[in-house]
């Protein structure tokens, strides 16, 4: 797995995150094969994949660790599934990778 799951895309970044709901506490797993060669961000939820729960926590929790507004991160497609593509407004691939993958 060396390539990354995200990719520039104007004023922002689009990313492939893989949820986990129901998980003990919300938290960054990694990043995980979704196969085809490609990657995705793995994030486990607290919240329940219920009347839209995981996605309201999955954007508040993106959000909060980015230090970003709530309407700076957007789900782009896959909003009833594992997998999906998210968007983030005034942030940009380096910016996420400092904070994902810190040097040092």
């Known amino acids: 797995m ?7 895309e104007g ?3 689009r990313v492939a995150v893989r949820v986990t709901p129901r ?10 094969d979704t196969g085809d060669g490609r990657v ?3 994030v486990k939820l607290a919240a329940p994949p ?8 999955l ?3 993106l959000a909060e660790h980015f230090g ?8 782009l497609s896959g909003e009833k599934a594992r997998l ?8 940009s691939a380096e910016a996420l990778s400092n904070r994902l993958m810190p040097k040092g």
Do not use: C, H, M, Y
């Open 2 to 8: 060396s390539q990354l799951p995200w990719t520039s």
């Open 11 to 13: 004023d922002g970044v």
């Open 23 to 32: 998980a003990k506490r919300s938290a960054f797993a990694g990043l995980v």
């Open 40 to 42: 995705a961000l793995a």
């Open 50 to 57: 219920v009347d839209g729960a995981a996605n309201e926590a």
């Open 59 to 61: 954007v508040a929790f």
């Open 68 to 75: 970003l507004s709530r309407s700076s991160v957007s789900i």
């Open 84 to 91: 999906k593509i998210v968007r983030f407004a005034g942030l």
